[in-house]
């Protein structure tokens, strides 16, 4: 029998060129209590290119180090299971310790608001200049931005990391106003809206973005989420298609380009592209494999559901979807 495509708890991926995050979507009951907090982030070079290598991110409290991770293939890191407080977030380039300085971020975390960082490294004085990831708009890195117009980017960003999206977003909308060429806040702007839930509103400052720099990945790669959420899949997948000819490694958009493709019905695709994103994603884009799962449900292929749903819960056994996987796993036992 086949079955449509449900809901699954899927990581809401806002790339930002100065502050990427990836959350969940909000749920309308089940807030998370303390303890159950968790706090995402980025970590990006000085030109805000991504990382090359994983870097070291250690959690701390003021009785020591709490938890320590890597940073993955796009330079995010989470931390889960975090109770609400003060914390500092620490980022060693453990292969480039000669080349950036130790970095040290405080943080607030806070139940049921989105605790997120962008941490940018600092090179040692007597380090070389960096060389510019390919993937990375040169217009954007390259603009020059009025003092007044940064001085506004900065608060915004540092608004975003205390959780206070709405005071950022006036920060953004103050940036743009005295530059309104500015791609990253352009880009973020879009991606902070998209956060909130305020699609149509998120469209123009990226459609903005993109006129000023077509081969941009991030305002790209966000057009084409907002897209998805509004369930116009197919100009969705044209802006998607377009982000993954700059950046073809990007597991976030074969993700979405999967889910595009699904939605347009081109179930082909959709399965492509949803082995991509878990191919190249790895354990953080795991929920491709239930999306695969559902998928082949749909088209009435047995095996290879329970072959999908099988490895999601062994890449993610305590996963958002571990309940889900196991129920249509139930179902087909």
Same mark, same amino acid.
């Given at each position: 029998?086949?079955?449509?495509?449900?809901?699954?708890?899927?990581?809401?991926?806002?790339?930002?060129?100065?502050?990427?995050?990836?959350?969940?979507?909000?749920?309308?009951?089940?807030?998370?209590?303390?303890?159950?907090?968790?706090?995402?982030?980025?970590?990006?070079?000085?030109?805000?290119?991504?990382?090359?290598?994983?870097?070291?991110?250690?959690?701390?409290?003021?009785?020591?180090?709490?938890?320590?991770?890597?940073?993955?293939?796009?330079?995010?890191?989470?931390?889960?299971?975090?109770?609400?407080?003060?914390?500092?977030?620490?980022?060693?380039?453990?292969?480039?310790?000669?080349?950036?300085?130790?970095?040290?971020?405080?943080?607030?975390?806070?139940?049921?608001?989105?605790?997120?960082?962008?941490?940018?490294?600092?090179?040692?004085?007597?380090?070389?200049?960096?060389?510019?990831?390919?993937?990375?708009?040169?217009?954007?890195?390259?603009?020059?931005?009025?003092?007044?117009?940064?001085?506004?980017?900065?608060?915004?960003?540092? =608004?975003?990391?205390? &959780?206070? !999206?709405? *005071?950022?977003? @006036?920060? %953004?909308?103050? /940036? #743009?106003? +005295?530059? $309104?060429?500015?791609?990253?806040?352009?880009?973020?702007?879009?991606?902070? =809206?998209?956060?909130? &839930?305020? !699609?149509? *509103?998120?469209? @123009?400052? %990226?459609?903005? /973005? #993109?006129? +000023?720099? $077509?081969?941009?990945?991030?305002?790209?790669?966000?057009?084409?989420?907002? =897209?998805?959420?509004?369930?116009?899949?197919?100009?969705?997948? @044209?802006? %998607?298609?377009? /982000?993954?000819?700059?950046? $073809?490694?990007?597991?976030?958009?074969?993700?979405?380009?999967?889910?595009?493709?699904?939605?347009?019905?081109?179930?082909?695709?959709?399965?492509?592209?949803?082995?991509? /994103?878990?191919?190249?994603?790895?354990?953080?884009?795991?929920?491709?494999?239930?999306?695969?799962?559902?998928?082949?449900?749909?088209?009435?292929?047995?095996?290879?559901?329970?072959?999908?749903?099988?490895?999601?819960?062994?890449?993610?056994?305590?996963?958002?979807?571990?309940?889900?996987?196991?129920?249509?796993?139930?179902?087909?036992?």
């Amino acid at each position: 029998m086949k079955r449509p495509l449900t809901l699954i708890v899927i990581p809401f991926l806002l790339v930002c060129a100065a502050a990427a995050q990836t959350l969940k979507d909000p749920k309308s009951a089940n807030q998370p209590a303390s303890g159950d907090a968790s706090i995402r982030g980025i970590v990006q070079m000085p030109n805000g290119s991504r990382v090359a290598e994983p870097m070291k991110v250690t959690l701390k409290v003021l009785r020591g180090d709490q938890a320590t991770t890597y940073t993955d293939q796009q330079g995010r890191f989470e931390f889960q299971h975090v109770a609400a407080g003060d914390y500092t977030i620490e980022v060693e380039a453990d292969r480039d310790r000669d080349r950036f300085e130790i970095l040290d971020e405080k943080i607030t975390v806070r139940i049921n608001t989105p605790n997120f960082v962008t941490l940018s490294l600092k090179e040692k004085r007597t380090a070389q200049k960096p060389i510019r990831d390919r993937t990375v708009s040169v217009a954007m890195l390259d603009q020059k931005i009025p003092p007044a117009a940064k001085r506004e980017f900065d608060d915004a960003t540092r =608004l975003a990391r205390q &959780g206070n !999206l709405p *005071e950022s977003i @006036a920060a %953004l909308q103050r /940036a #743009i106003a +005295i530059y $309104p060429d500015y791609l990253m806040a352009l880009n973020d702007l879009g991606a902070q =809206l998209l956060e909130l &839930g305020r !699609l149509d *509103e998120a469209l @123009a400052p %990226l459609r903005t /973005a #993109i006129k +000023i720099d $077509p081969s941009s990945f991030n305002p790209q790669l966000n057009f084409g989420i907002t =897209l998805v959420r509004k369930k116009d899949f197919d100009a969705a997948l @044209a802006a %998607l298609d377009k /982000a993954l000819s700059s950046e $073809p490694s990007s597991p976030a958009a074969h993700l979405y380009a999967g889910l595009a493709a699904a939605g347009a019905k081109d179930n082909q695709r959709a399965e492509r592209e949803f082995k991509a /994103a878990s191919a190249l994603g790895g354990r953080d884009f795991s929920v491709a494999l239930v999306y695969l799962g559902q998928l082949y449900l749909k088209l009435g292929e047995k095996q290879k559901a329970i072959d999908s749903l099988q490895r999601y819960l062994k890449d993610d056994p305590d996963g958002p979807n571990a309940s889900l996987a196991k129920k249509l796993l139930a179902g087909l036992n």
